[in-house]
């Protein structure tokens, strides 16, 4: 029973999603078809690694990921399958494989060449789908594409150190449920740069000198609930994903608002770590 994960910015009110299920169910036999998200925001190939990239790993190894964002084949976004720690990958070459694969060698990477014999205007649909029944039939990567070495990155979203080593640049990557920031400043560059130096990270107006290891360390709770400091507390935080999150407690976007709104932040808004 394979397993196929669908990642899209569809959206639910289209039929789009229907049709790529529908297509899965008719060319894979016995999928257990599994939905990541269908509201990644569109054309948003930086907010779709961070999610992929997170979700992936809990998945049996063999699961065939299909990514289907920004995924319209052109000159400069080819289409791709990787096979890469023991998962299959499908989607447009937008900077989104070279995310998810970071550093890290991929074990295999194909440019698929099946277009010419499958005219498509929904890619996913048709080209990603043949390529998933194709993978789970234990079919070969080679089948389907050419060997593909160089891939697209976003180099502008990676975070810059300045040249004294006292400070990190970075930028929101992500903005969750709950309105909270999710930056691509990793625990990893944090700790590296900063070695254990006091800091202040600079978000528009607001900053933060301390940074906890999970929300309600923030609280204080031996003080008497009606005394504490909760309410719209700012938080600052590195997240199950080990990153760097902008948060205030307990925050509903539908009422009081989340870190997004209240501190004005928006996708590739400016984070400034500065080191003493």
């Known amino acids: 029973m394979p397993i196929v994960t669908l990642m899209t ?8 999603v229907a049709a790529v299920k529908g297509a899965i169910l008719s060319t894979v036999e016995q999928p257990q078809i599994v939905d990541i998200s269908h509201k990644i925001a569109p054309y948003n190939p930086t907010e779709a690694a961070y999610v992929l990239k997170n979700a992936y790993k809990t998945f049996p190894k063999g699961s065939i990921h299909i990514i289907g964002v920004e995924s319209e084949k052109t000159p400069e976004n080819q289409h791709l399958a990787m096979y890469f720690d023991g998962h299959y990958f499908i989607g447009a070459d937008n900077g989104i494989f070279a995310m998810i694969k970071g550093d890290l060698k991929s074990d ?3 440019s698929i060449n099946i277009h010419d014999k499958m005219p498509t205007s929904f890619p996913v649909l048709e080209a990603f789908v ?9 079919g070969t990567l080679e089948v389907v594409g050419k060997p593909v070495e160089h891939i697209k990155e976003i ?7 300045n040249p004294q080593g006292d400070q990190i640049l970075g930028a929101v990557i992500y903005v969750d449920n709950y309105g909270n920031v999710i930056t691509n400043i990793t625990r990893k ?8 130096r006091a800091f202040t990270i600079f978000a ?14 923030a609280i204080d709770f031996s003080i008497p609930k009606e005394k504490r400091d909760e309410d719209g507390k700012k938080i600052a935080l590195f997240n199950d994903a080990n990153h760097l999150e902008l948060a205030i407690y307990k925050s509903n976007t539908q009422t009081v608002g989340g870190a997004q709104s209240l501190f004005g932040l928006e996708y590739r808004e400016s984070i400034t770590v500065k080191f003493e």
């Open 9 to 16: 910015d569809f959206g639910n009110k289209d039929y789009a």
């Open 108 to 110: 295999k990477m194909v």
């Open 130 to 138: 043949w390529v998933a029944a194709h993978i789970s039939r234990k």
């Open 155 to 161: 180099k502008e979203l990676r975070p810059v150190i």
């Open 189 to 196: 560059i944090f700790n590296e740069v900063g070695k254990s």
């Open 204 to 217: 528009r107006n607001v900053k933060f000198r301390k940074v906890f290891e999970t929300y309600s360390d």
